[in-house]
């Protein structure tokens, strides 16, 4: 059920997400939640893509890329990852970051 309903709101959220000056923030904090719901579902697609539409309308955010990050971490895809991780350290330089990334190397472009 949750992947049905994470794909109905993804195809719903295309059409009706157009950046919204008065209304932004408003926006992001429900495409937000609508991505760790998908997150917490382990609908990783999803999820980084509702996470996409909550960081183009709270550009100043880092949590939605936090959040992409996680979903190509779990995914075994780490050069992604770091991508996003750095882009939300970028935003936030006291974001808290997920404790593996102090396991050693592989996350070029963080730390």
Do not use: V
């Amino acid at each position: 059920m949750p992947q049905a309903l994470c794909a109905l709101l993804l195809i719903l959220g295309i059409f009706i997400s157009k950046p919204l000056s008065n209304g932004q923030a408003l926006l992001a904090k429900g495409q937000f939640e609508t991505a760790k719901t998908c997150f917490q579902a382990q609908l990783y697609w999803p999820a980084q893509k509702w996470a996409q539409l909550a960081a183009a309308n709270a550009p100043g955010s880092a949590a939605p890329w936090l959040l992409i990050g996680h979903c190509f971490y779990l995914q075994d895809q780490n050069g992604a990852a770091a991508f996003y991780y750095a882009k939300a350290l970028a935003l936030d330089p006291q974001i808290d970051l997920p404790p593996f990334l102090a396991q050693g190397p592989g996350w070029p472009g963080l730390g």
